[in-house]
């Protein structure tokens, strides 16, 4: 029952795990992809060389661009203008010196393919190193959970229809 | 000593309740209570899921600096698989077949089958699955650095058996439910409907609302489908 209840979250709110993952992609392309989290955190987010769209019924095609830079292709410029919200995409995250790769899959906001950054010098024996991952792995959630936080008071805001969502649309359409 | 992965994958669960120090003794001796047992002699098909540690992949031993994993509490599960492989069963057969001249029965190709299960499975040995997780008791979090539906229903039964903890898997909604948004904004959630995006809809690329189950579809908050429309 329990799982089913979790499967269904996934269902019925996969498309607010879509719509933030758009609004990252959003965010950096048009306000650099830095983000101050609460408590003072500054991250900086981009996207990487892989993006999939959903499709935006059962029996139409999803759409999956990988290598080079695709945010920059006209597949995804078009994909955004049709007002396809992005699935999965490969972000680069950095805090200070630190930058973790991951693929996110947004229905389900799991992080798939994470490549946390290199051990600390400072790590001299295998309980360093495990602190020093396990560190870096927490951080990893942290900042995500951050960033969708983020989203959410946007998104929730009473403002959003006539602020965020325009000019996130006007950004899709093609503009700025 | 065992290095935490650098790499990988992982899906994040949250719990309610209490949950054991695991600085006590008392959270070693829950985790040995559901501890790993061997399925090596076993003459059946069968699997095996319980603890070890990351220092004792036999789950004997559950010291303290085995479970440290730094800012978290390091938790390690061993799912042993026991099967009869196939292809011994078909040469089998066709050799129980070739010698007789014609097919097996249905039920003598089942007495075939069971004798040597009897003969050959104490010689098989279990394929060996570790899985890792990260327990943040402070934050009530648990990473498990797996996504198939085996290693994350195998870990909800076995923590839940451990801990009597239900875990709920972090998604777009229990995400929520648990950011730093405030109770009014909390609210909201549930009742939140997609976006569709006007300027793509003007421009007529889509002109309908994405699918929604419909338990989901019975509230709306006003910032729905249609929301942001110029």
Request: contains cysteine; neutral net charge.
């Amino acid at each position: 029952m329990k799982q089913q209840q979790q499967d269904q979250a996934v269902e019925t709110h996969g498309f607010l795990g879509e719509e933030f993952l758009t609004w990252i992609w959003w965010r950096w392309e048009t306000d650099g992809g830095e983000f101050t989290l609460p408590g003072g955190r500054v991250v900086g987010v981009a996207l990487d060389d892989f993006l999939s769209f959903a499709a935006p019924s059962d029996d139409e095609t999803e759409q999956t661009l990988r290598r080079g830079l695709p945010t920059r292709t006209a597949e995804a410029r078009t994909a955004l203008r049709q007002g396809n919200r992005l699935r999965k995409a490969r972000l680069l995250i950095a805090e200070g010196s630190r930058q973790w790769n991951a693929t996110m899959d947004a229905p389900s906001l799991t992080l798939t393919g994470v490549k946390l950054p290199e051990d600390a010098e400072e790590c001299e024996s295998d309980v360093d190193r495990n602190a020093d991952r396990s560190a870096n792995w927490l951080a990893l959630h942290e900042i995500v959970q951050g960033l969708y936080g983020m989203f959410l008071q946007a998104r929730l805001a009473p403002g959003f229809k006539t602020g965020g969502a325009e000019q996130m649309a006007r950004w899709m359409a093609g503009g700025k | 000593m065992a290095a935490l992965k650098k790499s990988g994958s992982f899906v994040v669960f949250h719990w309610d309740g209490k949950l054991t120090d695991p600085r006590d003794q008392a959270f070693a001796d829950a985790l040995e209570n559901r501890r790993f047992r061997t399925i090596e002699n076993a003459a059946s098909e069968e699997v095996s899921a319980g603890w070890v540690t990351a220092g004792d992949p036999t789950g004997d031993s559950f010291d303290a600096e085995d479970l440290d994993g730094g800012a978290g509490t390091w938790l390690r599960f061993r799912i042993d698989k026991k099967k009869m492989p196939m292809k011994w069963l078909q040469i089998h057969r066709d050799a129980a077949e070739k010698s007789r001249g014609k097919k097996l029965s249905a039920r003598e190709r089942r007495e075939l089958k069971d004798d040597l299960m009897e003969q050959l499975l104490p010689r098989v040995l279990p394929t060996i699955t570790l899985v890792d997780a990260l327990l943040y008791h402070d934050r009530k979090t648990v990473q498990l650095f797996a996504t198939s539906k085996t290693a994350r229903e195998t870990f909800s039964k076995l923590f839940f058996d451990t801990f009597g903890e239900p875990l709920e898997r972090a998604n777009p909604l229990q995400s929520g439910l648990r950011a730093a948004i405030g109770p009014e904004l909390r609210a909201q959630l549930d009742r939140l409907e997609p976006i569709r995006w006007p300027r793509a809809e003007k421009a007529g690329a889509l002109a309908r609302a994405p699918q929604r189950p419909a338990k989901a579809m019975a509230g709306d908050d006003g910032a729905g489908a249609g929301e942001g429309e110029a």
